[in-house]
């Protein structure tokens, strides 16, 4: 089984040279002793997009809320395996879980805008937290990452306006560039648009595919077209018997979708579960 | 299919299980139903009425003296009473938040489950205490207490304008705010808490996620969040605080003077009702009603703004 893993397992990242941003070493996460997810070895490509699919319960979030070590504060959660930020273990002793917060950012399921907080006040929160306190540099901050998250043509005239009173779309964008303003190396999205209509679904993914010139994208998304629209690798977790998430294939979005290894992985992409 | 609800049997309506004759049982049913609401009105039509009616010719008389004098048996003065009323309930609130919101705070985010079930249980044990044990305890174990250790300690902190130690007899205006505020504190701990943990998760990992520390979290995202909600937790307690009567009389001495030294005897509206009414006369009495509408009044503005923020909280929180 382990063989079979790590042939499977092989990276189109490493294999084509690309820089690695992340790296998942036999990563399991598991609650009170309960395992959520295991198996998951793969490598993140710099400046690519990497998608997780799979159906519900197969521990997707789970494993992406591991990688800025959200599950910290859960009682009873644990992590094993490594996982590696440009070859360093997040979960090592010279780490600031604080620090590598800001090094890997996260945008949630939901559009969730500070609400007692303005777009501008939203955008630049994350500096704040980090204690910056110089105007000059909190303005610039706010309309580079509105303009990264494709926000400021539409926002610019009314910066001090509640954050509540922008779209759906607009308020998911907002966060997004909340998130950019740290600079992070890699961006967490979890299900970003699965809250959104169509129109502003299209409008995020656009917007990840010139974001990944900047920043590392791993996604975690239900949708298997968006999956495959968007992203350049793709991990593959499914539930298994003892209801525990697994990796069962990581490779280029490509092969998963036309070629996959695993005949599991062949069944879900065509639609025959999940 | 056209709006079939409207065309059912009238019997249909009101069916209540078991019964041989729906159409009698609804005609029993609505009676009472209509009995009870029809005395609902009544009884507090002629409550309102009569309070008023009662102190009706005090307000035609001296509506302004009642208001700003002092005194009580020529004219009479409620300023002491208003006064000491809004100082020890404001005290008291004040009190109550400082050591309410950290206590709530605790409840929610630091502390172990076990510990956090132990605490939410005595905040509720201190809910269920009769007023009157609160007044004894305030009057035979805080009294003699505070005579001997916090008058003097706040003394030498330099705060003299509250009194002087040598002076003071026990009961006191700071003590029945002292015992008014653990009196408020399960109201306002217990709101407080609910409205801290409902909000939402994902903001609170969205701050997480941004880097910020837990105290950060707590500072700069749970509370504002909760602000709103919280002022109402606040007006709640306040206007419980307004209204307590016995606890209050038992500990503040009920001297109608205008008193600022906190640490010498005053009164409030509640407790000088309950204390002046036995040995009043008819005229007396209207003025004491004339107070009961004061306090009334006080009441209900307090509890409305405490509504008012409580649905405030709520639309916020509908809009995250």
Do not use: I, M, Q, V
């Given at each position: 089984m382990t063989d079979d893993l790590t042939t499977k397992t092989t990276t189109s990242a490493t294999s084509s040279g690309v820089k690695v941003a992340m790296q998942l070493q036999d990563v399991a996460v598991s609650f009170n002793g309960r395992t959520a997810v295991r198996d998951a070895t793969f490598n993140v490509a710099a400046n690519r997009v990497t998608s997780m699919i799979g159906p519900s319960g197969s521990g997707k979030t789970t494993l992406l809320r591991a990688l800025n070590r959200l599950?910290?504060?859960?009682?009873g959660a644990k992590v094993t395996g490594k996982i590696l930020l440009e070859g360093v273990d997040i979960y090592g002793p010279n780490i600031t879980v604080t620090e590598l917060r800001t090094r890997v950012g996260m945008v949630f399921q939901r559009p969730n805008p500070f609400p007692t907080m303005t777009i501008y006040e939203n955008a630049v929160s994350g500096l704040r937290f980090n204690g910056v306190k110089k105007k000059s540099l909190l303005d610039e901050a706010a309309e580079e990452s509105l303009r990264a998250a494709a926000l400021w043509e539409s926002v610019e005239s009314r910066l001090n306006v509640a954050a509540s009173n922008l779209s759906g779309g607009e308020q998911q964008r907002l966060c997004i560039a909340r998130a950019l303003a740290l600079k992070p190396e890699v961006l967490l999205m979890d299900?970003?648009?699965?809250?959104?209509d169509p129109i502003a679904t299209l409008r995020i993914e656009e917007l990840m595919s010139t974001l990944k010139q900047q920043v590392t994208i791993i996604i975690v998304t239900h949708n298997m077209q968006q999956a495959s629209r968007i992203s350049d690798d793709c991990a593959f977790l499914l539930m298994g018997e003892d209801r525990a998430g697994e990796l069962i294939e990581f490779n280029t979005t490509e092969k998963i979708f036309n070629s996959p290894i695993d005949s599991r992985t062949l069944d879900y992409t065509l639609g025959r579960f999940g | 299919m056209t709006n079939s609800s409207a065309q059912l049997p009238r019997s249909r309506r009101f069916v209540v299980g078991g019964s041989k004759s729906p159409a009698t049982e609804r005609s029993w049913y609505s009676y009472v139903l209509a009995i009870a609401w029809i005395l609902f009105l009544g009884v507090s039509a002629l409550f309102f009425w009569s309070i008023i009616s009662k102190s009706l010719p005090i307000w035609q008389k001296q509506a302004g003296t009642m208001i700003t004098g002092t005194g009580w048996g020529g004219p009479y003065g409620g300023l002491p009473m208003i006064l000491g009323t809004l100082q020890t309930s404001l005290l008291a609130l004040v009190l109550a938040v400082v050591v309410g919101l950290g206590t709530a705070i605790a409840i929610v985010f630091l502390i172990p489950a076990r510990l956090r079930l132990i605490t939410a249980t005595i905040v509720e044990l201190l809910a269920a205490i009769p007023s009157i044990v609160y007044g004894v305890w305030g009057l035979l174990v805080l009294a003699p207490w505070m005579l001997t250790h916090f008058y003097p300690f706040l003394n030498s902190l330099g705060l003299t304008f509250l009194g002087s130690p040598d002076l003071a007899?026990?009961?006191s205006i700071l003590l029945a705010s002292i015992v008014l505020a653990v009196m408020i504190l399960p109201v306002f701990v217990s709101i407080t808490r609910e409205v801290i943990s409902a909000v939402p998760q994902d903001l609170i990992e969205a701050s997480l996620s941004l880097g910020a520390t837990r105290w950060q979290v707590i500072a700069k995202t749970v509370l504002p969040t909760a602000r709103v909600g919280i002022m109402g937790a606040a007006f709640l307690a306040l206007a419980r605080a307004t209204g307590e009567t016995v606890a209050v009389a038992l500990t503040i001495g009920t001297v109608s003077n205008v008193q600022w030294h906190l640490f010498y005897p005053g009164t409030t509206i509640a407790s000088w009702i309950a204390t002046a009414f036995g040995e009043s006369s008819s005229v007396d009495i209207q003025a004491l009603m004339a107070l009961g509408v004061l306090l009334m009044v006080i009441s209900l503005g307090v509890s409305l703004l405490s509504r008012w923020f409580i649905s405030r909280q709520r639309k916020l929180l509908a809009k995250v």
């Open positions: 599950h910290d504060l859960t009682p299900e970003p648009t699965s809250a959104l | 007899s026990g009961p």
